[in-house]
Antibody
């Protein structure tokens, strides 16, 4: 069955970068657009960007442009999200999610990234 | 960029009551790309409604969506204990994804 499995929790210091992985089981990654969405504790969902895993095209939220990079490794059926220049406000749960053409149909379990000195 | 405003922020209701949640877009949008999710604490969101009014697979018929243009509504008739959660609307427009701020449905 379809499953998105993300990498484990991370603790980073301000100014560092974090790279979160998301492995798709049950389907070919190249058939999908993969979104990255974050959620600061107690707050709403915030879209960061997507990658077309078939051709590698990306689109980013203006808020994160220049700080976020989404990539994929098709041979590993894995998408990645790297966020740089981390600050305390980036402490959040980061989700990968599969786009089903009209909606997100599958979500990863979430990865908690804590930014603290 | 389109902004989605959800109201109210919190809804205090009792099991068995009806919940009506609002999602307003800052400009007219295509209902094809208006989606509702439910999220419980510690879990990823769960798809409820897509295309503004179509129930996702396995979603009980007490959940319904309606609306067009700038105003969309999620209704839950006869709240069950498992329905107390946070609800988000989401729009896909011009290759961008936007989420509303969420409505928390709490037990009174």
């Amino acid at each position: 069955q379809v499953q998105l499995v993300q990498s484990g929790a991370e603790v980073k210091t301000p100014g560092a970068s974090v790279k979160v992985s998301c492995k798709l089981f049950g389907n070919a990654l190249t058939s999908y657009i993969m979104h990255w969405v974050r959620q600061v504790p107690g707050q709403s969902l915030e879209w960061m960007g997507w990658i077309n895993a078939g051709n590698g095209n990306t689109k980013y939220s203006q808020k994160f442009q220049g700080r976020v990079t989404v990539t994929r490794d098709t041979s590993a059926s894995t998408a990645y999200m790297e966020l740089s220049s981390l600050r305390s406000e980036d402490t959040a749960v980061y989700y990968c999610a599969r786009w089903g053409y009209l909606f997100i149909d599958y979500w990863g379990q979430g990865t908690l990234v804590t930014v603290s000195s | 960029e389109i902004v989605l405003t959800q109201s109210p922020g919190t809804l205090l209701l009792s099991p068995g009551e009806r919940a009506t949640l609002s999602c307003r877009a800052s400009q007219s949008v295509s209902s094809n790309y208006l989606v509702w999710y439910q999220q419980k604490a510690g879990q990823a969101p769960r798809l409820l409604i897509y295309g503004a009014s179509k129930r996702a697979a396995g979603i009980p018929d007490r959940f319904s969506g309606s609306g067009s243009g700038t105003d969309f509504t999620l209704s839950i008739t006869r709240l069950e204990p498992e329905d107390f959660a946070v609800y988000f609307c989401q729009l896909y427009d011009n290759s961008l994804l936007t989420f509303g701020g969420g409505t928390k449905v709490e037990i009174k």
